[in-house]
């Protein structure tokens, strides 16, 4: 019978198709021409969270979407070819009972439409409408259908071993922990739930509203209603963990807080290159939207394991911006601070790292050195940043944690002893040449070992040059006066990889290690500069 109904096959079974409750086949009125009825629509559309698919349920054999807690309009498109006034009449089944609703509209503005009632919690339900003047009847819509839950998930709850709402936490701020979130979406007596779809997850934060599972902080649901997430407090002392849940309907739950301790690290991992305090160094590339990506060094993938906003960019973007990290001011745990810098810009941002990569606090802006802290600077120094080609950071020179700051200026590198307690400004080379070459600061080799790496924009060609130490212990700069001088290492042309830097000692071994970004923003890693893997393509 219903493929008779979908099919419009209506005259040799209208009086079984009514009692079923479908809707009357179309009168014969050869002198009145019959209105079109068209673009059956329930609003909001049936789906399903979990996906973020949506369907009206149209189609022969299609499974219906949900709808949960609210109205829901049925809507239908008229088109009366004789502008005669028109009624739409809607019929609206329980699948379960085989029970109909008939409703009438009036068609405005070449629509009609209708909000049913007793929609019963579980329950699928059939629908169908069609036009009809004065004069004649149009054909009915195929049947769509939907399904109804209005009853949000319950019993939601969260747990956790690595920092546990009561007693001592197993791990320390700026660790990853696991979090166990449970909930449950009870069928009701009337018919069946739609089952949890997601959670939203946010640690020291404000949750958002999403229509669907899809969307920062959205953590998928397994077939049990559970979801595991592994979270990093970024400090230390009470955290507070809020958690909502969602179905399938898009009814939401919550939210719960859920209250912790984290505890300040007593041996925080010293690593150079890491500015999320796990110990490995950390590759920082902007994404599409100009958010700043922080991937781990040994990552697999290209999932970033946190994201800064683009508004915390000194700019309200990190695009288009230089980033060095390669030491800090050792006011906090020893992690990078982050240098920000755009070509042509006066300023040199320092993002102080108090919060494991989170660089929430936002920057201070670092000063150039003049006469006052420097009684020998040249009489032309430059006043502010705005001559600065390029930035590296080559790491601490001595045993504290303050990195070396080496800038192109005029085609000349620069070096600064630190940016933060300036001791001396030096002048490296002469030769004017160093704009042509992208300038890599792959840090410090286990053996205690400093080089610096070029790439010549001209011709792809990778350079080392080393920075062997003197007598008394200070560094010898002499290898970095020409940049042609270096040791070609390997070809990395610029069309091929827009970017090129260095993580450090990115994969353990001793050696410093190189990264690329290829034209099709692939994020490439590599052993030292060779055997390069592929982690796939970039946001």
Aim: with cysteine; proline share 9%; aromatic share 8%.
């Amino acid at each position: 019978m219903l493929s008779s109904i979908r099919s419009g096959l209506l005259a040799p079974a209208a009086v079984v198709a009514l009692a079923a409750g479908a809707l009357g086949a179309p009168a014969a009125n050869a002198a009145a021409p019959a209105p079109v009825t068209t673009n059956p629509q329930a609003t909001p559309a049936p789906g399903f969270a979990a996906t973020g698919v949506r369907t009206q349920g149209c189609e022969p054999g299609e499974t219906p979407g949900w709808v949960g807690l609210g109205d829901v309009t049925l809507g239908v498109s008229v088109q009366s070819p004789d502008g005669a006034a028109s009624t739409a009449r809607f019929s609206v089944r329980d699948e379960r009972t085989g029970q109909a609703v008939k409703t009438t509209a009036p068609v405005t503005g070449g629509t009609a439409a209708v909000k049913p009632g007793n929609l019963v919690d579980g329950r699928t339900f059939a629908w169908q409408a069609q036009a009809l003047t004065a004069h004649a009847t149009g054909r009915p819509t195929p049947w769509c259908s939907f399904r109804v839950d209005t009853t949000p998930p319950s019993t939601l709850a969260v747990t956790s071993t690595d920092f546990p709402a009561t007693g001592t936490p197993a791990k320390y701020a700026g660790q990853y922990g696991t979090f166990t979130i449970t909930g449950t979406d009870k069928a009701p007596a009337t018919g069946a739930a739609s089952g949890v779809a997601c959670y939203q997850v946010v640690l020291q934060g404000t949750l958002g509203v999403h229509q669907d599972c899809h969307g920062a902080n959205m953590v998928p649901a397994a077939a049990d209603g559970s979801a595991t997430v592994r979270l990093r407090p970024a400090d230390w002392g009470t955290n507070v963990l809020q958690v909502q849940a969602m179905d399938n309907a898009g009814n939401v739950a919550g939210p719960l807080s859920y209250t912790f301790y984290a505890r300040s690290n007593p041996n925080p991992p010293n690593t150079p290159g890491d500015v999320n305090g796990d110990g490995v160094p950390d590759i920082l590339l902007p994404d599409a939207a100009g958010n700043l990506q922080v991937i781990s060094a040994d990552a697999t993938g290209t999932t970033p394991s946190s994201t800064v906003p683009a508004v915390l960019g000194p700019w309200g973007s990190w695009a288009g911006s230089q980033l060095v990290h390669r030491g800090s001011d050792g006011s906090h745990a020893p992690m990078d601070d982050l240098l920000a810098y755009r070509p042509g810009g006066t300023a040199l941002y320092d993002y102080r790292n108090f919060d494991y990569g989170v660089f929430g606090r936002g920057a201070m802006l670092l000063d150039r050195p003049d006469s006052w802290d420097i009684p020998d600077l040249p009489a032309d120094f430059p006043a502010d940043w705005s001559n600065v080609e390029q930035l590296a950071e080559l790491g601490p020179l001595d045993d504290s944690s303050s990195s070396a700051l080496l800038t192109v200026e005029g085609g000349n590198l620069w070096l600064f002893d630190s940016p933060l307690a300036y001791r001396t400004v030096r002048q490296l080379s002469t030769t004017g040449t160093w704009s042509g070459y992208d300038v890599i600061a792959p840090g410090k080799a286990a053996d205690g070992s400093l080089a610096l790496w070029s790439r010549e924009k001209a011709t792809g060609e990778l350079r080392s040059y080393p920075i062997g130490k003197n007598a008394d212990g200070t560094y010898d700069f002499a290898a970095l006066a020409d940049p042609a001088g270096g040791t070609v290492i390997g070809s990395f042309p610029v069309a091929d990889y827009p970017t090129l830097g260095s993580s450090g000692d990115g994969n353990g071994d001793g050696k410093p290690d190189l990264y690329a970004v290829t034209a099709a923003r692939h994020l490439l890693t590599f052993d030292g500069v060779t055997a390069p893997k592929d982690l796939g393509l970039l946001k």
